[in-house]
């Protein structure tokens, strides 16, 4: 009990939970048919790895700048460090080291992926300190922190995306970044997050709507214009090409386009109707039905691309 309270805190300070966000940087070796390739998914798992140290750093030093928000913030008064459970001098000293560990394993993997890893870092800080008080800025800074992981799996792997699929993940992330925002206006007013005074929820409702369609779009484009997957994972019988061949060359990426519509009209309905987009990482992983066909979507890339 005495370890737990000892380090309860710091581990929640470092929030587990937003590390599904870097999940992303597995896109480029399951896009590309490289899932099962042992040592492109090693690379991909450390990057993985180093996204979290890294962004756990960077919750830390939010946490700190962030104390006068919190504390009038009806749920985030309770994290670790507004409300005393956790020094400023532990935290400050867990993110440094969570940096220089984060740097060293980056520099293992290459000289490109250490130098993104900087440019992450840099822009969580910038958001920290100054972008996330200037409108607009605030959700641009968001969106291109998406945009990094998953560069960080193409600079990870030397594998690259379709540029349908990376214009998908620009407008996916600007979608949550919006629900989230708008979230925040209506459950806990503009006292808690200065930038939300220059937002309106007409405002917010407007970018939503825009950054969702725009996101189904441009899925829906990555999937018609991708090549067929060719079937080509070692050792194993590949059940399409020897039982259905004349399955083969047809646009069968096209069939997961189904869930995300259902999955963009989910999330809105949780975000308009009951203003659950301020955590979009736990929202994820406790709403059944969104769950649900996250994972159905993500069944039916393998099936497509790998052909089980």
Known sequence: MSIFKKFGPLLQSLRPFQWLKNLSVFAAILFNGKLLDRDLLSKTVLAFIIFCLLSSASYLVNDIVDIPYDRLHP?????????????????????????????????????????????????????????????????LSISFSFILRTLGGEMATGYHLPIWLMFTVVFLSLFIASGKRLSELVSTGKKTRPSL?????????????????????????FAYLAEPPKFTHPGGVNFLVK??????????????????????????????????????????????????????????????????
């Open 197 to 221: 005074s220059g937002y309106t929820e007409n405002l917010l409702n407007f970018y939503s709507s825009v950054f969702s369609v725009a996101t189904l779009i441009s899925y829906s484009l």
């Open 75 to 139: 749920r985030k008064k309770h994290r670790p460090i507004a409300r005393g459970d956790l020094s400023q001098r532990t935290a400050a000293a867990t993110a440094f080291f969570l940096i220089v560990l984060s740097f060293i394993l980056a520099s293992s993997l290459s000289f490109g992926f250490f130098i993104l890893m900087v440019a992450f870092l840099i822009l969580h800080l910038s958001y920290s300190f100054y972008l996330k008080k200037i409108v607009i800025l605030d959700i």
């Open 243 to 308: 039982n259905m061949p004349y399955l083969i060359g047809r646009k069968w990426l096209m069939i997961t386009v189904f869930p995300v519509i259902f999955g963009i009209m989910r999330y809105s309905q949780l975000v308009f109707e009951k203003q659950r987009g301020e955590r979009p990482e736990i929202l994820l992983a406790s709403d059944i039905p969104l769950l649900s066909v996250v994972v159905s979507w993500g069944l039916l890339l393998v099936l497509v691309i790998y052909g089980l």
